[in-house]
């Protein structure tokens, strides 16, 4: 199989040869979902070691997931629930712990702002977590997943609701946001 002919397949045909033993299908997989399954749990825990390590286990879980027999599915939207699963248990599981994200020491791209402008963003990433955290679940995936820019029709099938109520849960998690953050 080649490099073409591989990626035109889709994600069900890539999971069927994966159970037959085919990592490079896999590889793939990992290659067509990664970014979008970072972003959102990057967005829920807000650090990027963290974000990348829960990234890797949610497709350890794609990896072991036992998919054969199983009638066509969406795998993006499999995934994008385990990832908001994950990220929230992370999340839950830091502040049981009392542990906060701090940072004592900027990063390379701090070092070149203005000191300001990095206290303020930070400030506002960290008013902006604290807000979804005010948030239901669904609320927080819904509104995660759209600014990732998933379509209506990907935001029903990732997060189980009817395709015509997406527009109106949506406006409401906005809303909700809206309030949580001020």
């Given amino acids: ?7 035109q397949l889709t994600d069900t045909q890539l999971l069927a040869r994966v159970e037959e033993g085919d990592s490079h299908s896999f590889e793939l997989l990992f290659h067509r ?3 979008r399954v970072y972003g959102l749990l990057f967005r829920l825990v807000g650090e990027r070691q963290e974000a990348e390590d829960l990234a890797q286990e949610v497709f350890i879980k794609l990896y072991q ?3 054969s027999g199983r009638q066509e599915h969406n795998i993006g939207a499999w995934l994008y629930r385990v990832a908001t699963h994950t990220g929230y248990n992370a999340v839950r599981g830091r502040k049981r712990r009392w542990q906060r994200d701090t940072r004592l020491v900027p990063d390379e791209t701090d070092r070149a702002s203005d000191p300001a402008d990095v206290v303020v963003d930070r400030e506002m990433a960290e008013r902006a977590r604290h807000a979804l955290r005010q948030l239901k679940p669904a609320q927080v995936q819904l509104l995660l997943l759209r600014e990732m820019g998933l379509s209506y029709r990907e935001l029903s099938e990732a997060c189980g609701i009817k395709f015509t ?3 109106k849960q949506l406006a409401r998690a906005a809303d909700a946001f809206r309030q949580a953050f001020k």
């Fill in 65 to 67: 997931q036992r998919w």
């Fill in 1 to 7: 199989m080649t490099i073409a002919t591989a990626s």
């Fill in 165 to 167: 109520s997406v527009g």
């Fill in 33 to 35: 979902h990664y970014d």
